[in-house]
């Protein structure tokens, strides 16, 4: 089965920087996906890795490290719309790509 | 292009009625998955499709759980009869093909009550 850990709430400031965690046990690991999610609506992809290393994408980047089972989102210039939860996801594989969730990070941006 | 849709947006029902929720992915996608959030907990896997045919129900709760996709287009998740612990928020996905990479798109979900 899949583990997903990451925390549950942060607050950060306007214009600041926050790093939101994820660790991950898995089997058939094929990449990690981060999500965000604002209340009452669909999940909106953000970004995907599946090698080790930082992408970039804008104020959001996302890194990860398969041999520590480690990844994290970088948001950038905080703006109170960055307001929302953030999912990190395991692909594994299997002939298509399955998707198992954490139960996401609820990030508050606060003036 | 439009995006994945689902209906109803919201459903309350008592214990024991039916209640069939309808996904309608991006034009073209083959592959449609079923997810559900309970309150409080993580978004989990139901099943999935790849066209009419089900890949994987391994996440399907119980056998009042029915999925069909006729026609490899639009999908219809059918509980029968529903119970108090089936309420939460059921997401439908679809991504155009089955590669490694491929990036699943959510629709914004149907939230069941079930009284």
């Known amino acids: 089965g899949q583990n997903i850990d990451q925390p549950t709430e942060m607050t950060a400031t306007e214009g600041a920087i926050v790093q939101i965690n994820c660790t991950y046990q898995t089997s058939g690991f094929n990449g990690l996906f981060w999500y965000q999610q604002h209340a009452g609506e669909a999940p909106t992809f953000l970004s995907y890795?599946?090698?080790?290393g930082l992408e970039e994408k804008g104020r959001f980047s996302s890194f990860l490290s398969r041999s520590k089972g480690y990844s994290y989102l970088l948001l950038k210039e905080l703006q109170m719309k960055d307001s929302a939860s953030y999912l990190c996801?395991?692909?594994?594989?299997?002939?298509?790509?399955?998707?198992?969730f954490g139960t996401g990070t609820k990030l508050q941006v606060i003036p | 292009e439009a995006g994945v849709t689902q209906f109803p947006s919201h459903s309350v029902i008592e214990k024991g009625q039916t209640v069939t929720l309808r996904c309608d992915p991006i034009s073209g996608h083959d592959n449609l998955y079923w997810y559900r959030r309970v309150m409080g907990k993580e978004i989990k896997f139901l099943l999935h499709f790849v066209k009419e045919s089900k890949q994987d129900e391994s996440g399907m709760p119980n056998n009042r759980f029915l999925a069909e996709r006729t026609g490899g287009t639009y999908s219809t998740l059918k509980v029968q009869p529903a119970e108090l612990e089936d309420s939460g928020v059921y997401f439908c996905?679809?991504?155009?093909?089955?590669?490694?990479?491929?990036?699943?798109?959510f629709g914004p979900g149907t939230r069941l009550t079930v009284l």
């Open positions: 890795n599946v090698l080790d």
């Open positions: 996801a395991v692909g594994v594989s299997g002939g298509y790509q399955k998707v198992t």
């Open positions: 996905a679809s991504s155009p093909g089955a590669s490694g990479s491929d990036t699943q798109y």
